[in-house]
């Protein structure tokens, strides 16, 4: 059965996670994390075995390479070792999306403004997205601590739709994560599950109130009114 595909009226914005939406970060989070491994003399881990924790920051990542939690003792001197050796190696490999530099220049030609609003704290959104040459393209980026509370609160989605200069369901939101739609749905921001993100085999992205999901960015424009 065909699904009928009804694009939102009224757009002005496009939003995206940054991290498994809009570009490919995870080569790099895991070499951040390999390496911290290797300093504590275990083996590197598989891509296949990061890739789905990409989106989960350091809480995810130490989880599947140290089996540790917040509330472990080490947890936090962990984390700043690893938050700095990914410092060290934010661009060495990390790229937007297939599809994702297409997509961003069409909402160019049309005139639509276009911004990221990620849980990544300022310190690595702002020079990834510079090294990648988007950040002056780019309407707004709020960080993970741009806002005093992160998603899934809306705060963030609120903020970035007024540097946008437009009413949180004048913009869409693209993400990976449920986190991603719950802070869209608390905005009343109208949102797409972007399907080709670090999705989890425990996801079900059918249950987390997006409007649909989509498997490569350009689908996007099949959303948005000409």
């Known amino acids: 059965m065909e699904i009928e595909i009804r694009p939102f009226p009224g757009i002005r914005a496009v939003l995206f996670d940054l991290d498994g939406t809009l570009v490919d970060t995870a080569p790099d989070l895991g070499y951040a994390l390999n390496l911290q491994r290797a300093r504590h003399g275990l083996p590197p881990l598989d891509d296949e075995v990061i890739r789905p924790q990409a989106s989960h920051g350091a809480r995810g990542l130490l989880g599947i390479g140290f089996d540790l939690h917040p509330d472990d003792t080490k947890f936090a001197l962990m984390r700043e070792e690893f938050l700095q050796l990914y410092a060290d190696n934010i661009c060495r490999h990390s790229r937007p999306f297939d599809g994702i530099l297409e997509l961003l220049a069409e909402l160019d030609a049309r005139q639509l403004k276009w911004g990221v609003v990620t849980n990544k704290p300022a310190r690595f959104t702002e020079p990834l997205m510079s090294i990648l040459d988007l950040a002056e393209r780019a309407a707004c980026i709020v960080s993970g601590d741009t806002c005093p509370q992160p998603k899934p609160h809306p705060a963030p989605m609120l903020a970035a739709a007024e540097l946008c200069g437009a009413a949180p369901g004048q913009c ?27 999705l989890d085999a425990t996801d079900l992205p059918h249950t987390w109130g997006a409007h649909a999901q989509i498997h490569h960015p350009l689908e996007t424009l099949d959303y948005l009114t000409t």
Do not use: F, H, K, T
Request: glycine share 8%; no cysteine.
């Open 172 to 198: 869409l939101y693209l993400g990976d994560a449920e986190r991603d739609i719950q802070a869209a749905n608390a905005s009343a921001m109208p949102a797409l599950v972007a399907a080709w993100g670090y």
